[in-house]
């Protein structure tokens, strides 16, 4: 091997990350050529340079810096209307034996896209942060004991410490897009500001994951009809499972019992499975697909605020007489609650599609 | 059923506790700060980068499920967080690279100078320092990031493949790249020695 061939691989050599022919060939031919061995040792020592690189010293600024971010990320995406219900485990063994098969339904992460491509930066290629389905337990915390469920409504974040019994999963990030010279960090084109003293307003987008993240979710639903020799205790037999999840109404003429279940998407197969087990039948899918439409419209109307957001703490950032000051901040507030109505509408639309009803009819039997 | 502090942590961080999840990253920091450091080259960078990072990692908790040890799980993370950075450098055509950065840099630099030199050997270590992580910041983004993943982090070819998608041999080419920039620029800048040559001798003239 010429050293032309050899040079190629000095890099791979010095890592021992060569086959066991190229290995051969380049040793033979370092013993004999001293300008590819002096190369070897150049190359040695650049390494070895790069890798001596001390240890830089974190900033003085990072860890408050840090904690402030921490602290002030929204609280997580709770329903309002999650019903009350306990959390129930079907026994182990009744929920192997069952089917679960809700067409286009993915259990447990219907909240969840996939994980975390993460680009920073433009519209179109925003970062898909894992999105947790804060409202309803992940799979793996499901069973903790001294779960309550958890409170509609509550702004957790950073107190949360104070509620440990509610199961809340952290909140989501998702960076503002970054067009016009924004630097997409969470900093404004002046310079930071959230971790100032005397806090600015933070990011209306930071809680909110986009709707192109719920692309391939389904609202769930499913029908079960069963005809049954005492639709009078079945009915009570899921009334019990379900608890407040589950309302019911009786034709008092046929004596048919209609109950619709409700369940947060991530329990539905699993409440699925029960009815099916419980009445022998199986159940008829009645998803449908999610109305991305409304998402969008208050996910831009939340962009735009956002971006009035950014350049109103910027404008802002440039002030220095108190007046002004005041003004911009009555501004920024009513941008807040702009924003916060947009978003609470945007989590009603979302919860509303996290949510399934099971529909279940059941007849008497009708002995002839 | 005893559980390890970490898993613990993790449980609570789960939950939204701040304070959990800043004591599971705790002995974290510096290490993801650097890694940050190397590849963006400035401190106003690394640190928007590391606590990005660190955010993530946060809002994602969720996915953690315990398969892998939680530093991993981080540090697959803080190279996304770094190379989302960087692509996003490159879209922005900015330069992070100036006078005041580097000045900066040293002011730090000395502060972490091995104090058993003396202070001339210090100052000399830290010029060092600062010239090398500058030729590191001039490689192309694709080289640099390779170059970092390994000769900093330590990371296998295959691990360097997996986490940036390519394939070994372009682990490899890169890498030799990076490495032979660095060794012309570091020659420039007299920072290695040449070999003694050995002259007239047959058979091994250097360590294998």
């Known amino acids: 091997m010429n050293c032309d061939g050899v040079r190629g691989l000095l ?11 190229e290995l051969l060939r380049v040793e033979q031919h370092l013993r004999r050529c001293h300008w590819c061995a002096d190369e070897v040792d150049a190359l040695r020592q650049t390494i070895s340079l790069v890798a001596s690189l001390d240890e830089v010293a974190l900033p003085p600024a990072f860890h408050a810096q840090l904690h402030q971010r921490l602290v002030a990320m929204a609280p997580p995406v709770m329903t309002a209307r999650r019903p009350a219900f306990r959390r129930w485990t079907v026994p182990a063994a009744a929920a192997a034996a069952l089917v679960i098969g809700v067409a286009g339904l993915n259990q447990f992460n219907l909240l969840a896209p996939q994980p975390p491509v993460a680009q920073v930066g433009t519209v179109e290629g925003n970062s898909q942060l894992a999105m947790n389905p804060t409202h309803v337990e992940n799979p793996v915390t499901a069973q903790e004991p001294g779960d309550t469920d958890a409170e509609p409504n509550s702004q957790q974040g950073g107190t949360s410490k104070e509620n440990d019994q509610t199961a809340i999963t952290p909140p989501i990030v998702v960076e503002p897009p970054v067009e016009n010279g924004g630097e997409g960090r969470s900093t404004t084109p002046l310079g930071p500001t959230s971790n100032e003293p005397g806090i600015q307003t933070a990011s209306f987008v930071a809680d909110i994951a986009e709707p192109a993240s719920y692309k391939s979710a389904r609202q769930p639903g499913a029908q079960v009809e069963a005809a049954v020799a005492e639709p009078a205790s079945l009915a009570l037999a ?14 008092p003429a046929t004596g048919t019992i209609r109950l619709q279940v409700s369940l947060p998407a991530s329990d539905f197969a699993t409440g699925l499975a029960f009815v099916e087990g419980q009445t022998g039948q199986k159940g008829t899918d ?49 941008l807040e609650q702009k924003a916060a109505e947009a978003q609470e509408n945007y989590r009603k639309l979302v919860d509303l599609s996290a949510t399934g009803t099971i529909d279940v009819t059941l007849k008497p039997l009708t002995a002839r | 059923m005893s559980k390890s502090l970490d898993e613990l942590l993790v449980e609570r961080a789960k939950k939204g506790e701040v304070e959990a999840f800043e004591q599971l990253i705790s002995q974290h920091q510096k290490t993801v700060y650097n890694i940050a450091y190397r590849l963006t080259g400035n401190h106003e960078d690394a640190s ?35 190379l989302d950075e960087l692509r996003k450098r490159k879209r922005q055509r900015l330069t992070y690279i100036d ?4 000045l900066d840099d040293g002011e730090m630099g000395r502060q972490i100078a091995d104090t058993a030199d003396g202070p001339e050997q210090a100052l000399e270590r830290v010029e060092v320092q600062r010239a090398v992580q500058e030729s590191i910041n001039q490689l192309d983004d694709e080289y640099r990031v390779v170059l ?61």
């Not at chain 2, 994602?60 to 803080?78: E, K, N, P």
């Not at chain 2, 691990?159 to 890498?175: M, Q």
């Not at chain 2, 012309?184 to 360590?207: A, N, Q, W």
């Open chain 1, 238 to 251: 899921l009334r019990n499972h379900f608890g407040e999840a589950a309302s019911e109404s009786v034709d």
């Open chain 2, 99 to 102: 006078e005041a950065v580097t």
């Open chain 1, 11 to 21: 890099s791979a050599y010095v890592d021992g990350e060569l086959s066991a022919g």
């Open chain 2, 148 to 208: 970092v993943m390994r000769d900093i982090q330590g990371h296998s070819y295959n691990e360097i493949a997996d986490a940036l998608g390519i394939n070994l041999g372009t682990v490899k080419s890169r890498l030799n790249r990076a490495r032979n920039a660095l060794k012309e620029k570091f020659g420039s800048l007299e920072l290695l020695t040449p070999r003694v040559v050995y002259s007239g001798r047959r058979g091994r003239s250097h360590e294998l």
């Open chain 1, 286 to 334: 009645t998803s449908v697909a999610l109305d991305l439409a409304q998402l969008d419209k208050i996910y831009e109307e939340l962009m735009t605020l956002e971006q009035k957001r950014q350049d109103a703490e910027a404008r802002k950032a440039g002030l220095t007489d108190q007046a002004s000051i005041t003004l911009a901040e009555q501004e920024l507030k009513q």
């Open chain 2, 48 to 82: 928007d980068v590391a606590q990005e990072a660190f955010i993530r990692a946060y809002s994602s908790l969720a996915d953690f499920r315990g398969d892998s040890s939680f530093a991993t799980w981080l540090y697959r993370i803080v190279n996304n967080a770094c």
